[in-house]
C-alpha cells in the first residue's frame, strides 16, 4: 500500500512540506489515541511531504527537503528498510539521510520515540510532569540527528516556510508558539490526536503553511488518507484553516463546502447544523472513540443511505453486536425491506473491523445499471447473476431456479 505513493515521487516537481509534527503522549502505546503525526505546506505539492504510517511497526515516516524526488525516495526506502530489519529509529534516519543528505526525515511512534535528521528547522517539546521543556534545532543538511527518548511524552515540530507565501518570515515565531501550545496541551492530558490536529489549524493560520497534507494516528493506524491532498499532481491540497463542511450533531449527517452553505439545518432530523474547519475533520477521522465506533462507508452515493447505515451499525455495536456477519445481516434486512434502495447485498467480507481502532469499513456494491430493488434470492449468488448482464437474463435464471414460486417472481417483476 505504501510503494505506490511514494513511487510517485519520482515523477513530480520539486516542492515539499514545510511542516511536520509528531506528538507522543502515551508512549506506552496502550491509549490508542496516544501518537499521531501531521503534515502541511505552502508549497504546490503535497505528493512530495511523503506521508507514511505503519499498523504494524506503529511508526511514521514524514520526509520533505530539498531534493528534487528521486534521492528523496531512496532515502525514505532505506529508512524503511531498516525499520523493517528491526533497526531502531535513529539508526533507520541515519540510513536514509546518507542517501540524500539535503532532505529530512522525521521518524517516529510509541514505545520508539522520536528522530530527525538531515535539513531541519525543529522545535522539540518534552514535558515530565508539570515541567514543559523545548528547544530548537536547526541543520543545513548532513547527518545531524536529534533523537527523542522512547520512555517520553514529546512533540517534534518542524517549520519552514515556503518562497512566495504571502506569510514569508513567519515561521521562527510560529514555531515556537505551537511549540508552547503542545507543551501545555500535553502536560494539561489531551490526546495527541487532539494537539496534533489543533497544532495544524494554529501554523495554517498564522504561518501560511496550510495545505493538506495528511494527518495520521500511529497508535490505531488510521489516516485521513488522501482527503486533503490536491487531486491533481503539482497543485495545491485543502487549506487546514478553512471551513470544509456543515454536520448534523444529533445524527451526523454532513455536506461539505459550497454546497454546505445552502444549509442551516439538517435536512434528515431538522436540527442545526454545526460548521467544521478541515482540522477538526481531520481530528474526528483519526480519534479512536470508546463511546461509540468509527464507521466508513464505501460506494454509497446518497448522504442519506450512508447515515442510515452508520445509525444502524453504531446501534448494533452499542447492543454487543460488533461481528461482520451481524452488521452484513442488518444492512442486508434493510435492503430485504426496501430503506435501503439500489445495492446489492453485502456479505460479511464486505465488513472489516478493527477492534483496537473502533473502527468497521463497509464496501457497498451498487447494482448493475436498471436494477430498482434488490436482487432475487437465489442458490445462484448474485455475483453470477450480475454477470448475465440484462436484467431479462438474471430473471430467466431465477424462474428456472426457482421453479413454481412464478408469483414471487411476477411481484418482483410488477415492481421493476
Known amino acids: 500500500m505504501l510503494i505506490p505513493l511514494i513511487a510517485l515521487l519520482a515523477l513530480v516537481s520539486g516542492a515539499s512540506a514545510t511542516f511536520n509534527m509528531i506528538v507522543i503522549t502515551d508512549p506506552s502505546g496502550k491509549d490508542p489515541n496516544g501518537a499521531a503525526a501531521a503534515s502541511m505546506s505552502f508549497a504546490p ?10 499498523k504494524k511497526l506503529h511508526v511514521a515516516v514524514l520526509a520533505g527537503g530539498l531534493s528534487k524526488g528521486t534521492a528523496r525516495l531512496e532515502a525514505i526506502l532505506a529508512c524503511i528498510r531498516a525499520l523493517e530489519l528491526g533497526e531502531g529509529i535513529e539508526s533507520a534516519v541515519r540510513a ?53 527518548p522512547k520512555n517520553v511524552k514529546c512533540a517534534v515540530i518542524h517549520l519552514r516556510n515556503t518562497p512566495g507565501n504571502p506569510m514569508y518570515g513567519t ?35 498564522k504561518s501560511g503553511e496550510k495545505y ?42 454532513s455536506v461539505a463546502y459550497p454546497v454546505a452553505s445552502k444549509y442551516s439545518r439538517c435536512p434528515v432530523c431538522g436540527s442545526p447544523l454545526r460548521t467544521e474547519y478541515a482540522w477538526q475533520v481531520a481530528r474526528d477521522m483519526i480519534t479512536v472513540r470508546k463511546d461509540r465506533p468509527i464507521v466508513r462507508v464505501y460506494g454509497i452515493k446518497s448522504v ?24 452484513a445481516r442488518a444492512i442486508d434486512s434493510d435492503i430485504d425491506n426496501n430503506t435501503l434502495l439500489g445495492y446489492d447485498y453485502i456479505l460479511p467480507g464486505d465488513v472489516k473491523v478493527e477492534p483496537e481502532a473502533n473502527l468497521i469499513t ?55
Open 96 to 148: 536514509g539521510i546518507s542517501r540524500s543528505p539535503t532532505d529530512r526525515l522525521l521518524v517516529g511512534g510509541p514505545g520508539k520515540g522520536v528522530a530527525v535528521g538531515g535539513s531541519y528547522d525543529i522545535a522539540v517539546v518534552i514535558v515530565k510532569g508539570n515541567r514543559i521543556i523545548i528547544k530548537q534545532y536547526h541543520s543545513s543538511e548532513g547527518l545531524n540527528i536529534v533523537r527523542i
Open 212 to 253: 493538506g497534507g495528511g494527518v495520521v494516528n500511529i497508535t490505531a493506524g488510521l489516516s485521513t488518507g488522501d482527503t486533503f491532498v490536491p487531486p491533481k499532481l503539482n497543485a495545491r491540497g485543502i487549506p487546514m484553516d478553512t471551513v470544509y463542511r456543515k454536520v448534523c450533531p444529533k445524527c451526523g449527517w
Open 362 to 416: 463497509i464496501y457497498m456494491r451498487p447494482l448493475p445499471k436498471g436494477y430498482k430493488k434488490p436482487p432475487l434470492k437465489t442458490p445462484i449468488s448474485p455475483e453470477t447473476l450480475h454477470s448475465l448482464g440484462l436484467i431479462s437474463s438474471a430473471v430467466g435464471v431465477a424462474l428456472i431456479v426457482l421453479g413454481g414460486i412464478r408469483e414471487l417472481v411476477n411481484r418482483r417483476l410488477r415492481a421493476w
Open 45 to 54: 505539492n503535497m505528493f512530495q511531504s511523503t506521508f507514511l504510517v505503519s
Open 304 to 327: 442519506y443511505d450512508k447515515v442510515s447505515i452508520v445509525e444502524t451499525v453504531q446501534t448494533l455495536v452499542q447492543a454487543g453486536k460488533k461481528q461482520p456477519e451481524d452488521i
Open 171 to 205: 515561521a521562527t515565531k510560529v514555531r515556537i508558539e505551537a511549540a508552547i501550545m503542545a507543551g501545555r496541551m500535553i502536560r494539561d492530558g489531551l490526546p495527541a490526536t487532539e494537539i496534533v490536529t489543533r497544532i495544524m489549524g494554529y501554523v495554517a493560520k
